[in-house]
């Protein structure tokens, strides 16, 4: 499908003030990202957050990481609301991070869960690049093709994830790739309709856009239920840590 990004500002904007209690996956991955980051390096002086949303990885950032300087960017203006409860001081960027221009360069750029809405993954590597200064880390997490498979063999509807393989080779040109991690997260719900909710409070429910009306969301589920009796959706995180190449 294709990525519009007005379209997720819309979407998320909905779903921020439910988004915390529903996203049990991306706070996992939040929490492993900074885990691993800290393992590798605990001091930054200009930290830049993409995608912040609703705080949660600035929130396990500040609890174990040290920064002079944090950058925080996100689609929505709404979102600066929820860092302002997590950070002290900080500078707010709003705007499509494919786009923004920071002054100075960072000396770590962190993302959670929002690679796959990049429409260009190589050329936004570039933008990346050209953000940090020498020796400079990114960290981020994203998700493979084997994510939400349940609802792609269901409705054919899906992202383009990359593959971890495919991750490493378009950052491997200009970064050392200090760490990967990939692993799966099932979750399960006690009826179709339920799992729809979870998806829209989670930003997502662009990927269910045909299921609006009353006849094709009772025919979602009636599929769903017959295809998957256990009611599961699969979750599929990648987490990459590397290090720019002066």
Not at 136 to 163: H, M, R, V, W
């Amino acid at each position: 499908m294709q990525i519009n990004p007005k379209i997720i500002k819309k979407q998320f904007e909905k779903s921020l003030d439910k988004y915390n209690k529903n996203a049990v996956v991306q706070k996992l991955m939040a929490q492993k990202l900074v885990k691993n980051l800290s393992a590798i390096k605990t001091d930054y002086e200009n930290v830049l957050e993409l995608g912040s949303g609703t705080g949660l990885l600035t929130e396990e950032f500040a609890k174990k990481l040290n920064y002079k300087n944090y950058f925080a960017n996100d689609l929505s203006g709404k979102s600066k609301k929820y860092l302002e409860a997590i950070l002290p001081e900080f500078t707010f960027i709003c705007g499509n991070a494919q786009k923004i221009k920071p002054t100075g360069k960072m000396n770590l750029i962190v993302s959670n869960a929002m690679f796959q809405w990049i429409s260009n993954l190589e050329k936004f590597c570039g933008h990346i690049f050209n953000m940090l200064d020498k020796d400079g880390i990114l960290a981020f997490s994203t998700f493979s093709p084997d994510n939400y498979q349940e609802i792609k063999e269901l409705c054919g509807l899906s992202l383009e994830y990359k593959t971890l393989a495919e991750l490493k080779e378009i950052f491997s040109d200009n970064f050392e790739i200090l760490y990967t991690e990939e692993f799966k997260y099932t979750m399960q719900f006690s009826n179709p309709l339920e799992l729809l909710a979870h998806m829209k409070n989670t930003g997502v429910n662009s990927l269910s856009i045909k299921h609006r009306n009353f006849k094709a969301i009772k025919e979602f589920c009636d599929s769903y239920k017959c295809a998957y009796p256990d009611l599961t959706l699969t979750y599929s995180p990648i987490i990459v840590i590397c290090k720019k190449i002066a």
